[in-house]
């Protein structure tokens, strides 16, 4: 099993930065594509970043140039890194990782998830 705790969330103002993070633990995910969603009131969870082991990242296009996702194998931890923030980037935000390698957009290609973080960003 495995288990994930995102931390860093919290409320800025539109323009501002914050840094997530994402811990696992029990079984390690170093080798597995990790991701971070976001789910805001009434609307589908939504892939936000992507990277492999490798750290092959992929991102959705609104926040490209904005948003970083890294990860640190030895700590069995990945971040994602948000600055820029508008108050369309509100959401509760999800650390995942699935059981393959390879990088994935769908929520359904996770297994695991942790318990989300929200990210307030005020106008």
């Known amino acids: 099993q495995v288990q994930l705790v995102e931390s860093g969330g919290g409320l800025v103002q539109a323009g501002g930065s914050l840094r997530l993070s994402c811990a696992a633990s029990g079984r390690t995910v170093s080798t597995n594509a990790m991701g971070w969603f976001r789910q805001a009131p009434g609307k589908e969870r939504e892939f936000v970043a992507g990277?492999?082991?490798?750290?092959?990242?992929d991102y959705v296009d609104s926040v490209k140039g904005r948003f970083t996702i890294s990860r640190d194998n030895a700590k069995n931890t990945v971040y994602l890194q948000m600055n820029s923030l508008k108050p369309e980037d509100t959401a509760v935000y999800y650390c995942a990782a699935r059981l393959g390698v390879v990088l994935a957009s769908a929520p359904s290609e996770y297994l695991y998830w942790g318990q989300g973080t929200q990210v307030t960003v005020s106008s």
């Open positions: 990277t492999t082991y490798y750290s092959k990242t």
